[in-house]
């Protein structure tokens, strides 16, 4: 069993920061990716940044400059900081894990609950 428990969403105003962690636990081998996804109400879930093993980053453009994916493989976590959020940044997020949980096994992808982040004044 593995599970992938998101916190530190809320409300913020605009301009204002917020941090999310997303730490997996249960029977894990090793990590790949990582990565923080958004759902705004009546659209499409769509990525917000990966990182990969590596620690490269990939980050969609409109967050570019203003959120930062990081990520402690000792505690199994990733994190996403976000700065000078706006109100369309609403939204729930998600974060998802490549995990592979035996040696010589292949990875699976693992979902969060979700946590959501309102940005209103």
């Known amino acids: 069993q593995v599970q992938l428990v998101e916190s530190g969403g809320g409300l913020v105003q605009p301009g204002g920061s917020l941090r999310l962690s997303c730490a997996a636990s249960g029977s894990i081998f090793s990590i790949n990716r990582m990565g923080w996804y958004r759902q705004a109400p009546g659209k499409e879930r769509e990525l917000v940044a990966l990182i990969f093993a590596g620690s490269s980053t990939k980050y969609a453009d409109s967050v570019k400059g203003r959120f930062t994916i990081s990520r402690d493989n000792a505690k199994k976590s990733v994190y996403l900081q976000m700065n000078n959020l706006q109100p369309e940044d609403t939204a729930v997020y998600y974060c998802?894990?490549?995990?592979?949980?035996?040696?010589?096994?292949?990875?699976?992808?693992?979902w969060g609950q979700g946590i959501q982040v309102t940005v209103s004044s």
């Open positions: 998802k894990a490549s995990i592979i949980r035996f040696y010589n096994s292949r990875s699976n992808d693992y």
